[in-house]
């Protein structure tokens, strides 16, 4: 049986979108469901360049016919490609692209042919995945990165971007804001993650110790050397190094990280045989390099190439309203390990917390509610058991708070929420830029305190 007799009506029965061109890019056969996929009729686009569908997968090269014009007649084929069309309404298509170029019997290049598969519904199923797991993770923190304020969320989506990349990361912030945490989600969420993630504090080893660390050495490098070792840099390798406090490392020292972050290999220690490494490279700092710069103590030229991607961590001052939600982190966390059950904090005592300026941070933060879960005996954290530098914080007394009054903090939270929702029509997007925080939290917060929206807009 010859079924080359019969290969219209086959290519007409597949579902992914078929389109052949010839070697001017003049379409010449459509399938249904190319002509489907892409919304014109065949008859429309027979005799169309394929220029009409704007793919973003090609490479176009100049003008004429066959390897002069088109990327794809140069290579002969093109694999698996994602990318977008443009169909007649105008809208974007995402597709899985595959062309090959078509031959005659004598290898004169006669055409090619596409392969057309819709990704869209694909697409559109990922983007509600990353918004269900971005909502959900403002309680269950972002790779042990706690919050849902504006600036964290911020932090998160610059996470996301840079993970994407290879490019190198400088992370900034005052000590205790999570550098560490936020180097190690960039690693997890990147294609490196099956990889080593290694971490160096140049601020605690000498200038010896520290490049024996960084680069590894050889036996006899040093007085001690009695065997060969290899750095960290070699036990990254594949995977990402997070240098911290890059601003305490030595000149001396710098000079040869900066020709490992362009020539993307070290020697070790008493030898100057090259070593090839792969490794994504993070800094972190809580210093101003820039200063130091002006300074003399750290070297221009490694600044530019550490500072590709800066990353800020903000302070906890600047995103108080997280700090509810980092106590309740940090108090189930201690009740998994003690098993003693801790409900939560009086008013007074969150109002503490509240007004206190946490020059330490998270970290500091952590210590506070450890403290303060050691010394109380009942269920809920009274002013009078958090340390004395952050209960008495503004004239504030260690009196004991009446159990009792805890329900006085969640209704003067509703009435903040009820009164902010009428001055804004009940937008929830506007009373979530004036009270400082996400959508996804006023709406949680609709729901904790039951509040009925139109009926409060309607008592204005």
Known sequence: MDLSKHWKTVVETLQDGLIVVDPGGTIVFVNPAAADLTGYAPEELVGRSCRILGCTGCEIKGRGAGETWCGLFDRGQVSIKQCTITDRSRRSVHILKSARVLKDADGRVIGAVETLKDMSRFIRQQQEIAALRKSCRLDAGYHGIIGESLKIQRLFELIESVARSDAPVLVLGESGTGKELVARAIHDTSVRKEG??????????????????????????????????????????????????????????????????????????????????????????????????????????????????????????????????????????????????????????????????????????RNAVEYAYVLCPGEWIGREHLPPKISRMNGLSAVRDDDATATTADAAARERLVHTLRMTGGNQSEAARRLKVSRVTIWKRIKKYGIDLDAEIRQQ
Request: glycine share 8%.
């Open 196 to 365: 080593p993630f290694i971490k160096v504090n140049c601020a605690a080893l000498n200038e010896n110790l520290l490049e024996s660390e960084l680069f590894g050495h050889v036996k006899g490098a040093y007085t001690g050397a009695e065997r060969s070792r290899i750095g960290r840099f070699e036990a990254a390798h594949g995977g990402t190094i997070l240098l911290d406090e890059i601003g305490d490392i030595p000149l001396t020292t710098q000079v040869k990280l900066l020709r490992v972050l362009e020539e993307r290999e070290i020697e070790r220690v008493g030898d100057h045989q090259p070593i090839p490494v792969d490794v994504r490279i993070i800094t972190a700092t809580n210093r101003d390099l820039e200063e130091l710069i002006r300074q003399g103590a750290f070297r221009e030229d490694l600044f530019f190439r550490i500072n590709v991607f800066p990353i800020h961590c903000p302070s906890l001052a600047e995103r108080p309203d997280d700090i509810p939600l980092i106590v309740k982190s940090f108090i189930d966390q201690q009740g998994a390990k003690a098993g003693k059950r801790i409900s939560g904090l009086t008013p007074g005592a969150m109002e503490a917390l509240l007004a206190y300026s946490w020059p330490g941070n998270v970290r500091e933060l």
